[in-house]
């Protein structure tokens, strides 16, 4: 959307469009990754890892930052 990567949230006709989520590069990454997967913090912390050659302690406390934002959302499954 407009050049930007947007998760819209599914919802009934005519839904307003405050249930837009904006991805920042890395977000998306993860997205991407484990899209249609299983997912914890420690698989989250290892793609981290892996892209972009953080240290495991930063990379965990991050994969749970952002699991966490996803719950808050509401986008993932219980």
Known sequence: ??????????GTFGSDLTRIISLNASA???WQAV????????IVAQLLTEEY?????IATTDA?????KLADCGLLEE
């Open 1 to 10: 959307m407009a050049g930007e990567h947007v998760v819209i949230m599914q």
């Open 28 to 30: 998306l990454y993860l």
């Open 35 to 42: 899209e249609g997967k299983d997912f914890d913090t420690n």
């Open 53 to 57: 050659g953080i240290d495991d302690q």
């Open 64 to 68: 749970q930052r952002w699991i966490d």
